[in-house]
């Protein structure tokens, strides 16, 4: 079980051994669960940067929908904020009750400046997929596919910025760093995902 919910819609699919959530396809696998996710994330990445990447504005709307188009064939709540409250390895997320304000306000902080991107120094860059990705991974808005999502995002915001969609293979070799980069978050340290950013984003223009 990847994470703790604590409340009866932490629904599981019958026969799946509390592995797999209640779904629409009543996938009871968590191997086909997976590729089934993945499948479809290959398609939307392909509606969202075929033939090009072109948003004129990104809003938390266009990250829902993006959610939505993606496991909405899946899951009955895709697309939705979160109403459950969720932890990992005793690392608790924002409380459901909060996500309408926390959403807005990095909306505010972020998204609005999706236009300027194409302005910033690599410095400047990093700096802001850093803060930008660790408090999306923070409110934790979905109920699942947060990471994909946020991975999502950092590569709409890296190609708006000149550079493409990025190599995440660092962040999987060092998940431990990874992790705890989003942990010194919390206390609005951002310096260790950028320091790892910083790699990633090298890595991905070479």
């Known amino acids: 079980m990847k994470y703790s919910i604590n409340n009866e ?4 699919e ?10 629409k396809l009543g996938i009871t696998s968590v191997q086909d669960m997976n590729d089934a996710e993945d499948d479809l994330l290959f398609q939307l990445y392909n509606h ?12 938390f709307e266009t990250i829902s929908t993006w959610h939505h188009k993606w496991l909405g064939n899946v899951y009955g709540w895709a697309g939705e ?32 400046k999706f236009n300027d991107l194409e302005d910033y120094s ?7 997929l850093a803060a930008s990705h660790v ?3 923070l409110i934790h808005p979905f109920r699942e ?10 590569d709409v915001m890296a190609t708006q910025a000149g550079n493409g969609p990025l190599d995440y293979s660092l962040m999987e070799k060092h998940k431990d760093y990874y992790f705890k980069s989003i942990q010194a978050g919390v206390a609005e ?18």
Do not use: C, W
């Open 9 to 12: 819609e932490g629904e599981f």
């Open 14 to 23: 019958p026969g799946s051994e509390n592995k797999v959530l209640k779904n």
């Open 48 to 59: 969202v940067f075929e033939p090009e990447l072109s948003i004129d504005d990104l809003t």
């Open 81 to 112: 904020l979160r109403t459950v409250n969720m932890s990992k390895g005793g690392f608790s997320f924002a409380g459901a009750v909060h996500l309408p304000k926390l959403v807005a306000q990095f909306e505010q902080d972020y998204l609005s």
């Open 122 to 128: 690599e410095k400047e860059l990093v700096q802001f």
């Open 135 to 137: 408090e999306f991974i």
């Open 145 to 154: 596919g947060n990471g994909r999502i946020s991975r999502l995002l950092m």
């Open 189 to 206: 340290d951002y310096q260790p995902l950028e320091r790892l950013l910083t790699d990633v984003l090298k890595q991905s223009n070479l």
